[in-house]
């Protein structure tokens, strides 16, 4: 499979829903879709720590409210690898390193910071995620981090559903969610974290 280099991939610092979405765009023609799933990466409380993330100091993680990611598990290829561009881990990582390295187990955490995933099919992701930005910006109207260069990501269904992936509840938005554990479990990783 043909991967994009880090520094050839669409980015806009702090909106990682974009950047995936630009992202699985770029696979479209490249492999198929239906090896990539989506991973948002938030909880209730919407307070996951991540390590080895560009905007951290040291071995400190850094607490976003979410972040998203994009797996691929070919068939016929090695282990599953993560492409996160606000890592500094390699681009693409073995689910495994970024499990151990980015994730690390919730159960060092309070139970406040323990991880969900909601796992969203790149196809379907592409298809029906919008955001008109507004979650980034400041009750004065400016920006909290200055918007992509590209216009919005919109559908003819939504203006902006980015909370429907963001939300942790089973039956609500796309996609399946699983707790960090039940999820290396599916994926199938021998050393899973809790």
């Known amino acids: ?51 080895k993330q560009r905007s951290g100091r040291g071995d400190f993680p850094v607490v976003w409210d979410y972040h998203v990611v ?10 599953p690898l993560v492409f996160d561009l606000d890592s500094v881990l390699d681009f693409p990582c073995s689910l495994r390193e970024y499990s151990a390295l980015a994730l690390r187990s919730d159960e060092e955490l309070n139970p406040q910071y323990h991880r969900r995933i909601r796992s969203i099919p790149a196809d379907l992701f592409l298809q029906k995620f919008s955001s008109d930005r507004s979650h980034m910006k400041k009750p004065d109207g400016s920006w909290s981090m200055p918007p992509p260069a590209y ?10 559903n980015l909370d429907l992936f963001i939300q942790m509840d089973q039956d609500q938005g796309l996609g399946r969610v ?9 994926v199938n990783l021998d050393h899973t974290p809790s």
């Open 178 to 186: 699983y707790s960090l554990r039940d999820f290396m479990i599916q």
């Open 151 to 160: 216009p919005p990501i919109q559908t003819p269904e939504a203006n902006s």
């Open 70 to 79: 994009l797996l691929w598990s070919g068939p016929d290829g090695p282990e």
């Open 1 to 51: 499979m043909k991967t994009p280099k880090r520094e050839d991939c669409v980015y806009t610092s702090c909106y990682c829903e974009e950047n995936v979405w630009q992202l699985c765009s770029w696979f479209r023609s490249e492999a198929p879709l239906q090896e990539f799933q989506v991973l948002f990466i938030s909880n209730h409380n919407r307070t996951v720590p991540l390590w």
